[in-house]
């Protein structure tokens, strides 16, 4: 694989194998690098590559968008996740839909999240969150002054946790769009209390804020 000067988006989706090809990291970061956007959904990532990719935006000035959806990721790899989210400078959307992110990952990517002043959307929609996962979420929420759209569909979440996510966007200023999963039967009543939270912030933004779930309540 190369990267030809000058490029800013690339994309490196389908069946295509990405090995552990120092060479292609290098060209990643290189100090003349315009790169902006990476896609590399359906690829077969090894965990040096994976690593590799998510060590990017640390050491790479100018890439804002990256997107991994649909790779198996490990742990290993989710560890140079975080650390990446924690120092990057530049990233501002991740899509990570569909990689089979562990209880244990997820909870330290949306801790990552509570000092990371760079990412304003983050997908982590098919990943079959946890009730675990949704507290650390929701203490994200609380502090987080950056995030301003994430998207939790096909994530399996509670009435209780719900109510949670209610309680800690009252405390957030900038969260405007909003996806979330199938809604619990006992949780109709929190739907109103998250449409209300969500308007203030679209208000206060003086933007186009947006609420969706799925009413088709399991």
């Not at 909870?107 to 000092?115: G, P, W």
């Not at 509670?158 to 900038?174: G, Q």
């Amino acid at each position: 694989l190369t990267i030809k000067c000058g490029v800013e988006v690339l994309a490196i989706n389908g069946n295509e194998t990405i090995g552990d090809d120092q060479q292609f990291y290098s060209m990643l970061t290189h100090p003349n690098t315009k790169l902006a956007a990476l896609s590399m959904r359906s690829t077969t990532l090894s965990t040096t590559a994976a690593i590799n990719v998510f060590n990017t935006p640390i050491d790479n000035k100018t890439l804002k968008v990256l997107d991994i959806s649909y790779n198996a990721i490990s742990d290993d790899v989710c560890v140079a996740m975080t650390t990446a989210l924690q120092r990057s400078s530049c990233l501002e959307v991740l899509y990570m839909q569909y990689i089979n992110l562990s209880t244990t990952s997820a909870i330290n990517l949306f801790n990552s999240l509570i000092d990371n002043k760079t990412v304003r959307v983050l997908d982590i929609r098919g990943n079959a969150i946890s009730d675990d996962v949704c507290v650390a979420m929701t203490t994200a929420l609380q502090v987080n002054s950056c995030l301003k759209e994430l998207l939790m569909e096909d994530n399996p979440i509670s009435a209780e946790v719900m109510k949670c996510v209610v309680d800690s966007l009252r405390v957030n200023n900038t969260l405007t769009l909003l996806w979330l999963p199938t809604c619990p039967h006992d949780a109709k009543n929190t739907i109103s209390s998250l449409q209300e939270v969500v308007n203030k912030n679209r208000e206060s933004q003086g933007c186009q804020a947006k609420l969706k779930i799925d009413y088709s309540y399991r």
